[in-house]
């Protein structure tokens, strides 16, 4: 019924960019919060940056600063700008979103896209 679809991961090089989209699509009602998790080898999945529905934006103390999390709401789509890359951060990027359907509200999670930052 709802997907999630995420594009934009890759190798990059230490102290570089790069941007993750992830747009949702299905019999959408209501899109409520839009994040990003990520997962490193041998590591529990943990909270990069989520935005809510009423504009509110939270980073990991690890990203601050660094990273940017926005969202085109028209387009049922988020975003997470990466700058200033390390190799602390690669990882399998998951974009995540509570989404109502009808009557149901329930937690999505994207495929996941791999971020390896590496010279």
């Known amino acids: 019924q709802v997907q999630l679809v995420e594009s934009g991961g890759g190798l990059v090089q230490p102290g570089g960019s790069l941007r993750l989209s992830c747009a949702a699509s299905?019999?959408?009602?209501?899109?409520?919060?839009m994040g990003w998790y990520r997962q490193a080898p041998g590591k529990q999945r943990e909270l990069v940056a989520v935005s809510t529905s009423g504009g509110t934006t939270n980073y990991a103390d690890s990203v601050k600063g660094r990273f940017t999390i926005s969202r085109d709401n028209a387009k049922n789509t988020v975003y997470l700008q990466m700058n200033s890359l390390k190799a602390e951060d690669t990882a399998v990027y998951y974009c995540?979103?509570?989404?109502?359907?009808?009557?149901?509200?329930?937690?999505?999670w994207g495929q996941g896209s791999q971020v390896t930052v590496s010279s």
């Open positions: 995540n979103s509570d989404i109502r359907v009808m009557m149901n509200i329930r937690t999505y």
């Open positions: 299905g019999r959408i009602s209501t899109i409520y919060n």
